[in-house]
Structure formats: C-alpha cells, structure tokens
T-cell receptor, first 115, second 113 residues
Framework: DAGITQSPRHKVTETGTPVTLRCHQTENHRYMYWYRQDPGHGLRLIHYSYGVKDTDKGEVSDGYSVSRSKTEDFLLTLESATSSQTSVYFC??????????????FGPGTRLTVT | TQLLEQSPQFLSIQEGENLTVYCNSSSVFSSLQWYRQEPGEGPVLLVTVVTGGEVKKLKRLTFQFGDARKDSSLHITAAQPGDTGLYLCAGGYYGGSQGNLIFGKGTKLSVKP
C-alpha cells in the first residue's frame, strides 16, 4: 500500500462544467502521475509531476491541467468537461528500485461520467 | 514511439489449466513490471524483472524477462478463479529521471470454476 487516495471516487458532471480530481499521498514521493484508462486504449498518461510546481505533459494532455502546490497533493482539472473525457482516472506514484529503475503504485481510481 | 504489445488480448480458461501471456516490444527496457488489475480497482504491482533472462516466481505465477530485455512472459500454473483480472506489463528506462513507464494494453483473463 503506497498510501494513495483519490477523491472523489465517482462523479457525474455535465458537459462544459469544470471538474477537479484530487490525488493525495502520505509517503513524500517525488514523482506523481495522472492516467486515464479506456477500453481498447489501456492506460494513457495525461500529466506527471517530478516535484512541487514541476509538471509536464503526457500523451493525452489536451483539455487537462494539473497543479502541485504541495508534495502530497496532485490535482487534475478538466477546465470544461466533454463527453470524450468520460473515463476512469488513476493517480500513481513512482519509486526507485534498488537497481536504478522505477516502479509505479496506483490509487483506487475515480470514475468520471460527463453527460 | 516505444510500444508494448500484449497477447492475447482476451483469454478464457477453466480452473486448473495452465496459461502463458506475452509482452513484446522492439525496444530494450531496463526493467519490466507486471501488474494485475481487478474490476473497479487500480493496478497492483506483481513483480519487477531487470536482468535479461531473469526468472521470478510468485506462488503459481512465473515471470521471465527475455535475454535481450525486449520481451517478457507470465505463466500461471493451475489457474484459479482468483487469478481473474487484467494483466498489464510496463517497461521502464534505465536512468530515466521522471520514472515514466510505457504500459501495454493488457490481457484480460477469465478463469471459470
């Protein structure tokens, strides 16, 4: 258990409304990630962070923004939700292995439905 | 673009059968992870392999990293209904500063009693 929580766990919202998803970790990990998971596409990286206020885009970042003002919290914002953003969103943290590589540990996910 | 191809996409077997799923790429990875994901939950890390030819065992699960570190396999002996889930592989890059991984799309396994 990497001490990762996500909130909310489920959300239904209307097209055009802003939505913020929160990822909270308790173990002071430097690297944090937001993914979306859709049938046929697997896990796709949206944004990631390598420290407080240090973030970068992943492969599907359009329509999403992130913020990390504290080590423990990584926020994902949909500025104006669209139906194509209906998905399951996962937060993850990364830790170094003893051999210099990385392993990721995931939160429980947020199921977002945009109507 | 580095890709990880997993096969088969779907597998439905009876309890007690053996199975192997594969994870292949044209790229070399410094490490490869296997995850299992159950419905409504996040992926859970099962194992990390880092050395070409490495074999790791986790109870009835056997993981192997290819000699060239481009592919991996997961073999399950005497599958049980509790093994049902989505199996994901993910490749990492040695020395990568961001810790980013490349994920395959997964093999969805169903084990029927």
């Amino acid at each position: 258990d990497a001490g990762i929580t996500q909130s909310p766990r489920h959300k239904v919202t209307e097209t055009g409304t802003p939505v913020t998803l929160r990822c909270h970790q308790t173990e002071n990990h430097r690297y944090m990630y937001w993914y979306r998971q859709d049938p046929g596409h697997g896990l796709r990286l949206i944004h990631y962070s390598y420290g407080v206020k240090d973030t970068d885009k992943g492969e599907v970042s359009d329509g999403y923004s992130v913020s990390r003002s504290k080590t423990e919290d990584f926020l994902l914002t949909l500025e104006s939700a669209t139906s194509s953003q209906t998905s399951v969103y996962f937060c993850a943290i990364s830790t170094r292995t003893g051999t210099g590589g990385f392993e990721q540990y995931f939160g429980p996910g947020t199921r977002l439905t945009v109507t | 673009t580095q890709l990880l191809e997993q096969s088969p996409q779907f597998l439905s077997i009876q309890e007690g059968e053996n199975l192997t799923v594969y994870c292949n790429s044209s790229s070399v990875f410094s490490s490869l992870q296997w995850y299992r994901q159950e419905p409504g939950e996040g992926p859970v890390l099962l194992v990390t392999v880092v050395t070409g030819g490495e074999v790791k065992k986790l109870k009835r699960l056997t993981f192997q990293f290819g000699d060239a570190r481009k592919d991996s396999s997961l073999h399950i002996t005497a599958a049980q209904p509790g093994d049902t889930g989505l199996y994901l592989c993910a490749g990492g890059y040695y020395g990568g500063s961001q810790g980013n991984l490349i994920f395959g799309k997964g093999t969805k396994l169903s084990v029927k009693p």
